[in-house]
């Protein structure tokens, strides 16, 4: 049986790796900051024994102002002083300006002795010889010669002190390679425990529980806000699979009606002997049937397509004046059928980058559906122009039809949408009632807009707005 924490799946975790990081980064800010203090504190020791070997040596330049010429009452007063430090480890050594000694501590290393008083025409200087440490001072006196005096102490002390510290620091350096994974693992875990509940909850997640959502803790920091875009994903994950749902749903109530239809009569014509009218009466009809069956499938063929983001829209340069002309032309047999109008107003040459197939057939389904919601003698425009401020491209079908409710406009773009006035009621026509909401997919694939205005009783005009073409 293996450890946890010898799982190499565990030091993947994005936990184990804060932790080796944050290990890493403290240590080694650790070993920088002990490498430091031990300069540091060397340096400290070291500067405070050179002042205290200069305060000895200025004690033996204010005994020979007080007792010069009197050099055995200045070797007894420096004997004196000397002594007095002794426990400390100092030694002095007095000599004159050509070097030789006038008198030394009895403890005054013979390393000492030996070095040449070098560069002795300065006032002081700091030596190190060995473990022996001193400042040279050079004591000039205006009537009489100038002598030399050593003081200095044994360094091992210092260097012992030293070590007593770095002793220390290391036992500071263990403690942090002990407390700072423990301390980081700690602190790594509070850090990750909210992505865990963000995984843990994602896990569970399924289609059929899109109403789960993250648990939010309102800390505004990077974690939370990741659990709030989750769960607007999700939002719209759940929006989008309701529509389709209800889509499928209100497309297959759409394809039950006309193939009942056809079932129906063709049981009916097999029940009983007919003649030859009676079935070719029965094939019009199911003919008839089928062909709304055909208009169906291709309005949601296009609906499909434009619904897919991975299909781009033909950038080609088409003019919206041509299209509005021969989309008129082809509805005004249609119109006069029904006894309604149908004209080309205002016709600005404005062209847009876009399929002009589908706009054909955006233009189409308006000219449909105004003709049929208007009544006889009425009259449905179609116009072209160019905004004179933004420079987009505006197309306006509008009629004199018996208009929509405003209460209805927010929802005439929804597929199979039924709203029970004159207007909407009956809207199959020819696209199985999804003619507006194939006008809105393919204007919005083209990067324009479409929208609706309508009064009871005065009419209704589309607008579809596109950017213009370069």
Same mark, same amino acid.
Request: aromatic share 4%.
């Given at each position: 049986?293996?450890?946890?924490?010898?799982?190499?799946?565990?030091?993947?975790? &994005?936990?184990?790796? =804060?932790?080796?990081?944050?290990?890493?980064?403290?240590?080694?800010?650790?070993?920088?900051?002990?490498?430091?203090?031990? $300069?540091?504190?060397?340096?400290?020791?070291?500067?405070?024994?050179?002042?205290?070997?200069?305060?000895?040596?200025?004690?033996?330049?204010?005994?020979?102002?007080?007792?010069?010429?009197?050099?055995?009452?200045?070797?007894? /007063?420096?004997?004196?002083?000397?002594?007095?430090?002794?426990?400390?480890?100092?030694?002095?050594?007095?000599?004159? /300006?050509?070097?030789?000694?006038?008198?030394?501590?009895?403890?005054?290393?013979? /390393?000492?002795?030996?070095?040449?008083?070098?560069?002795?025409?300065?006032?002081?200087?700091?030596?190190?010889?060995?473990?022996?440490?001193?400042?040279?001072?050079?004591?000039?006196?205006?009537?009489?010669?100038?002598?030399?005096?050593?003081?200095?102490?044994?360094?091992?002390?210092?260097?012992?002190?030293?070590?007593?510290?770095?002793?220390? &620091? $290391?036992?500071?350096?263990? $403690?942090?390679?002990?407390?700072?994974?423990?301390?980081?693992?700690? =602190?790594?875990?509070?850090?990750?425990?909210?992505?865990? /509940?963000?995984?843990?909850?994602?896990?569970?997640?399924?289609?059929?529980?899109?109403?789960?959502?993250?648990?939010?803790?309102?800390?505004?920091?990077?974690?939370?806000?990741? !659990?709030?875009?989750?769960?607007?994903?999700?939002?719209?994950?759940?929006?989008?699979?309701?529509?389709?749902?209800? $889509?499928?749903?209100?497309?297959?109530?759409?394809?039950?009606?006309?193939?009942?239809?056809?079932?129906?009569?063709?049981?009916?014509? &097999?029940?009983?002997?007919?003649? !030859?009218?009676?079935?070719?009466?029965?094939?019009?009809?199911?003919?008839?049937?089928?062909?709304?069956?055909?208009?169906?499938?291709?309005?949601?063929?296009?609906?499909?397509?434009? !619904?897919?983001?991975?299909?781009?829209?033909?950038?080609?340069?088409?003019?919206?004046?041509?299209?509005?002309?021969?989309?008129?032309?082809?509805?005004?047999?249609?119109?006069?059928?029904?006894?309604?109008?149908?004209? &080309?107003?205002?016709?600005?040459?404005?062209?847009?980058?876009?399929?002009?197939?589908?706009?054909?057939?955006?233009?189409?389904?308006?000219?449909?559906?105004?003709?049929?919601?208007?009544?006889?003698?009425?009259?449905?425009?179609?116009?072209?122009?160019?905004?004179?401020?933004?420079?987009?491209?505006? =197309?306006?079908?509008?009629?004199?039809?018996?208009?929509?409710? !405003?209460?209805?406009?927010?929802?005439?773009?929804?597929?199979?949408?039924?709203?029970?006035?004159?207007?909407?009621?009956?809207?199959?026509?020819?696209?199985?009632?999804?003619? =507006?909401?194939?006008?809105?997919?393919?204007?919005?694939?083209?990067?324009?807009?479409?929208?609706?205005?309508?009064?009871?009783?005065?009419?209704?005009?589309?607008?579809?707005?596109?950017?213009?073409?370069?």
């Amino acid at each position: 049986m293996s450890l946890p924490l010898l799982d190499p799946a565990r030091w993947r975790t &994005l936990r184990a790796r =804060l932790t080796i990081w944050n290990t890493a980064v403290v240590l080694a800010m650790a070993v920088i900051a002990l490498l430091a203090a031990r $300069f540091a504190a060397r340096a400290t020791i070291y500067d405070d024994a050179d002042a205290e070997l200069r305060a000895g040596a200025l004690e033996v330049v204010y005994a020979l102002d007080d007792l010069a010429p009197d050099l055995k009452a200045v070797v007894a /007063e420096i004997r004196r002083k000397a002594a007095s430090h002794e426990t400390r480890g100092w030694f002095v050594h007095l000599l004159t /300006e050509d070097g030789s000694t006038i008198w030394r501590s009895d403890h005054c290393p013979p /390393e000492v002795l030996q070095f040449p008083p070098a560069k002795l025409q300065q006032e002081e200087n700091v030596v190190q010889v060995g473990p022996y440490r001193y400042v040279r001072r050079r004591i000039a006196r205006p009537d009489g010669p100038a002598y030399h005096v050593r003081v200095g102490t044994y360094t091992t002390g210092l260097d012992e002190n030293l070590a007593s510290l770095v002793r220390l &620091l $290391f036992v500071v350096g263990a $403690f942090l390679l002990l407390l700072t994974p423990l301390a980081g693992w700690w =602190l790594a875990g509070r850090a990750t425990r909210p992505l865990q /509940e963000i995984l843990g909850k994602a896990e569970r997640l399924k289609p059929t529980r899109l109403g789960d959502r993250l648990t939010t803790h309102g800390t505004q920091d990077e974690l939370d806000r990741l !659990a709030v875009t989750i769960n607007r994903l999700l939002d719209q994950v759940a929006e989008h699979v309701d529509r389709q749902q209800h $889509f499928v749903a209100d497309a297959a109530h759409e394809l039950r009606g006309p193939l009942a239809a056809m079932r129906s009569t063709v049981d009916v014509a &097999l029940a009983h002997d007919r003649t !030859a009218a009676d079935y070719r009466d029965t094939l019009v009809e199911v003919l008839e049937q089928a062909g709304q069956l055909s208009n169906l499938a291709n309005a949601l063929l296009t609906l499909a397509e434009s !619904a897919a983001d991975g299909r781009s829209v033909p950038t080609e340069t088409i003019d919206l004046a041509a299209i509005a002309r021969q989309s008129v032309g082809m509805f005004a047999g249609v119109g006069e059928d029904r006894g309604v109008a149908v004209e &080309l107003g205002d016709c600005s040459d404005v062209k847009v980058a876009g399929d002009a197939a589908q706009m054909r057939q955006v233009l189409g389904n308006l000219l449909d559906n105004a003709i049929r919601h208007t009544p006889n003698g009425g009259r449905v425009t179609v116009d072209v122009a160019r905004d004179a401020k933004s420079g987009d491209a505006i =197309l306006t079908v509008a009629d004199t039809g018996s208009g929509i409710e !405003a209460r209805h406009l927010d929802h005439v773009f929804d597929r199979f949408y039924q709203a029970d006035t004159a207007r909407t009621r009956g809207m199959t026509g020819r696209t199985g009632g999804l003619g =507006l909401a194939i006008c809105k997919a393919i204007v919005d694939r083209h990067g324009g807009s479409i929208s609706l205005q309508s009064a009871v009783g005065r009419g209704t005009t589309a607008t579809i707005r596109l950017a213009a073409a370069a």
